[in-house]
């Protein structure tokens, strides 16, 4: 099994930015894709960036895009997530998440290893 750590949340204004750091430790070997996800108090979780190890394919989901950055180290299966601009309606509990396969899926079901989750808050 594989196991997911997070840091670098916290509280921000709005209009400031905020670097996430995941790290992947155990059988990172079974890793082919990493991501962010964030859930908000009474909302589902959703997929807000991915990268996979085959050619690097990127998705962001549309209400960050332009604003998160996401980037990884394959050999080191660490991925940082670097965000700008941030807005009151980006604080969430972020997740970093892991798949055992290079299609990037937005559902949260299909992925099999998580962080235990960081806050991010963005104040007014």
């Known amino acids: 099994q594989a196991q997911l750590v997070e840091s670098g949340g916290g509280l921000v204004q709005a209009g400031g930015s905020l670097r996430l750091s995941c790290a992947a430790s155990?059988?990172?070997?079974?890793?082919?894709?990493m991501g962010w996800f964030r859930q908000a108090p009474g909302k589902e979780r959703e997929l807000v960036a991915a990268?996979?190890?085959?050619?690097?394919?990127?998705y962001y989901a549309d209400s960050v895009k332009g604003r998160f950055t996401i980037s990884g180290d394959n050999a080191q299966k660490t991925v940082f997530l670097q965000m700008g601009n941030l807005k009151p309606e980006d604080t969430a509990v972020y997740y970093c998440?892991?798949?055992?396969?290079?299609?990037?899926?937005?559902?949260?079901?299909?992925?099999?290893?998580w962080g235990q989750g960081t806050q991010v808050t963005v104040s007014s």
């Open positions: 155990g059988r990172t070997s079974s890793i082919y894709a």
């Open positions: 998440a892991g798949r055992g396969s290079y299609m990037i899926i937005k559902a949260a079901s299909a992925w099999e290893y």
């Open positions: 990268i996979n190890w085959s050619g690097g394919t990127i």
